[in-house]
């Protein structure tokens, strides 16, 4: 990802950028991993959000993410966002994200400003996942599900917002390439999903940044 200039959101830009697409069809993350396992289960995958929590914090905006639990069947012990499976009493993919995010880190929907929808991203474990943009509106003490999440941790947006942060790598798996983002913020490794998430998001800020 290199050659592509940093940029620095505030809130307003923010805000700026998902106002003036709220009418727009958001087209499908179109990552390497996430094109690969679009194709290859088809149209049989189960939907899913995560909310992107943007949290105000030592005077600069932060992402705030979790880390799950290290018993958890699918992706033990990564970096990630909070959310899940959506569930009949979900009447949207925003009420996904923000019912999940309560139960998993005690986030009050109240507190969430929501600003909008990033695109879709497959996933290895069958999952078609929406992300949710939202504001932390207050600061808050999180409160764990520990069955899900050991930890929460914030980074920078602003290093999160730089492109030369990330690379893609390359790992073989079930017999074929997978490539996929990542980076390492203060020994912190983001990577798979929630990394190319991150980088979707820098794509859609820094089309309204030129």
């Known amino acids: 990802m290199s050659k592509r200039p940093a940029i620095k959101p505030t809130q307003a830009s ?8 709220i009418s727009s069809a958001v087209e499908p993350i179109r990552h390497p991993e996430s094109v690969a396992f679009k194709t290859r289960f088809k149209g049989r995958y189960r939907s899913a959000a995560v909310l992107v929590p943007i949290i105000q914090q030592d005077q600069q905006l932060q992402l705030l993410l979790t880390q799950r639990a290290e018993h958890l069947r699918h992706h033990p012990g990564q970096i990630s966002f909070p959310g899940g499976s959506i569930e ?3 009447n949207s993919l925003e009420a996904t994200a923000l019912r999940e995010s309560h139960e998993e880190i005690g986030l009050e929907q109240h507190n ?28 808050f003490s999180p409160t764990l599900d520990a069955s899900e999440v050991s ?14 942060n990330f690379s893609l790598q390359e790992v073989l798996y079930d017999n074929e390439m997978r490539r996929y983002f ?27 940044h030129r």
């Open 14 to 21: 923010l805000r700026r950028h998902f106002r003036a697409h």
């Open 88 to 90: 009949s009493v979900d």
């Open 112 to 139: 969430v400003e929501l600003l909008g929808r990033l695109g879709d991203y497959y996933t290895v474990s069958g999952y078609c996942v929406t992300p949710v943009v939202g504001l932390v509106k207050h600061a």
């Open 151 to 164: 930890r929460t941790l914030t980074v920078p947006l602003n290093f999160l917002m730089s492109p030369d």
């Open 182 to 208: 990542s980076t390492e913020y203060q020994s912190e490794k983001i990577w798979g999903v929630t990394a190319g998430i991150i980088v979707a998001l820098y794509e859609a800020l820094l089309a309204s």
